[in-house]
């Protein structure tokens, strides 16, 4: 029975995330479906991350244990096949290590967050970027972000519902870039707090506006209280990039 390790792209819109949810359909519910579909068991799956609703995928690992022999090239084709016409697809399937695990081997998680600044709304990019119609100051903002980058107590960056034993993290880093009108956010550690991601960049953005400093951010920080710190940004901006292992 090997155990096949799965990359998947997917948009968020239209599921509850990641985990199956009685309120709602999730990615892990179709990808077992398409599962199922295809060897004919039920496969339970194990993903890198557990991403909320409306948050995209670049590239999500998961795994599970397949009860055949299939090349992966043909389990690869045959997911895709099935998850159809759900918007997930499989980029890779590979057979890994007997003891590997989506979520406890993995050293490392990325995320990229997307904002469009400027005055027209969205067409294109609806649901899959967060519009912002005023002004942001990219550098200022990055200059902020680098107050985050460490090991710290994110309290102030955590949703009330998390549920992760303790609010220290080490935050690998935290880039501001602006590409056109696009501003671009990308963040990576060895894990994150419930909303953290969009609690950072909802309150980055109260920096671009001109409305707090690099100072404000230092002060949420060291307040350890989620009142603190600026309003979660919304899920649509927000992209699982990459689980390293």
């Not at 697809?89 to 695990?101: G, I, P, T, Y």
């Not at 200059?143 to 949703?159: I, Y």
Request: charged fraction near 20%.
């Amino acid at each position: 029975m090997p155990r096949i390790k799965l990359t998947l792209e997917y948009d968020g819109r239209g599921f509850v995330g990641w985990q199956r949810q009685e309120n709602g359909l999730s990615v892990q519910e179709v990808l077992e479906a398409a599962i199922a579909g295809y060897c004919g068991a039920a496969c339970p799956t194990f993903a890198s991350g557990r991403t909320d609703a409306g948050v995209h995928a670049l590239g999500q690992v998961a795994h599970f244990d397949l009860p055949r022999d299939d090349p992966p090239e043909t389990v690869r084709a045959a997911l895709n096949y099935h998850l159809k016409p759900h918007a997930v697809s499989v980029l890779a399937a590979e057979v890994a290590a007997e003891d590997f695990h989506a979520r406890f081997s993995c050293l490392g998680r990325s995320y990229l967050y997307r904002i469009v600044n400027r005055p027209a709304p969205l067409a294109l990019d609806a649901g899959r970027a967060w519009w912002v119609p005023k002004p942001l100051d990219a550098e200022a903002m990055h200059e902020a972000a680098q107050v985050l980058v460490g090991r710290h107590d994110f309290t102030s960056f955590r949703a009330a519902a998390c549920q992760s034993k303790s609010p220290l993290k080490t935050l690998d880093s935290l880039e501001v870039t602006r590409v056109g009108e696009v501003v671009e956010i990308r963040t990576a550690a060895r894990s994150f707090l419930h909303h953290q991601v969009r609690n950072m960049v909802g309150t980055l953005h109260l920096v671009g506006a001109g409305k707090w400093t690099a100072d404000d951010m230092r002060a949420a920080l060291a307040a350890r209280d989620r009142a603190a710190a600026g309003p979660t940004a919304p899920s649509a901006g927000l992209y699982f990039v990459e689980a390293r292992y």
